[in-house]
């Protein structure tokens, strides 16, 4: 289900769909603990905005995205199941705010007791997403501040998400 951009007015947004076209960690030894970058695309277009996660938000995302199989449930794809096991599935995700430097998202949901919008951590609701094969989308305002875009961010953050990737498959021996 795409939607079609329509205008954004001061209380209606305009949602654009994206993807997530990468994930990047920043370099330095204490690379780890520091906030990692979630990079969204566009779908019919070039622009890009990142969204700053935590280290651990970081990896979960990178797990999914790059395919990596874990010997147990990860936090996120235990909830995706148990939503399914209620007959419940989530519609989309949305990034719907900028505020304070902080992103806000949240979670469309149909299930047996009809519709709800669930907010939630856009590393969490982006995880929900890619699991489940939800669309992302973000508010147009959001797309067009250059504040939260900052074109070339991510040139400090040289490790790629399937360089992460291999490292987690090291280190927990998952495939």
């Known amino acids: 289900m795409s939607h079609t951009p329509v205008a ?49 938000a ?12 874990m010997p147990r449930p990860t936090t996120h794809r235990f909830t995706a199941n148990l939503l399914g096991a ?9 990034v719907t705010e ?13 299930g047996p007791a009809g519709q709800g919008e669930v907010d939630a951590r856009p590393s ?13 989308r973000v508010d147009e305002r959001i797309l067009a501040d250059p504040a939260a875009t900052g074109a070339g961010k991510w040139r400090d953050y040289p490790t790629t998400g399937s360089d992460l990737a291999e490292e987690i498959r090291r280190a927990s021996g998952a495939r």
Do not use: K, M
């Not at 970081?58 to 199989?69: F, G, M, R, S």
């Not at 900028?98 to 979670?107: D, E």
């Not at 982006?126 to 669309?135: F, K, N, R, S």
């Open 86 to 94: 209620t007959g419940a599935r989530v519609t989309e995700v949305r």
């Open 58 to 69: 970081a990896v979960a995302l990178t797990t999914i995205v790059e395919n990596v199989e």
């Open 8 to 56: 954004a007015t001061s209380t209606q947004p305009c949602w654009v769909d994206v993807c997530v076209a990468g994930i990047r960690r920043p370099g330095g030894e204490d690379a780890g603990t520091r906030i990692h970058l979630v990079i969204l695309r566009e779908n019919d277009g070039s622009r890009e905005l990142p969204i700053g996660v935590l280290a651990d």
């Open 124 to 136: 969490d609701a982006l995880c929900l997403a890619c699991i489940t094969g939800a669309p992302i």
């Open 98 to 110: 900028l505020a304070g430097g902080s992103f806000y998202a949240s979670v469309l949901l149909d």
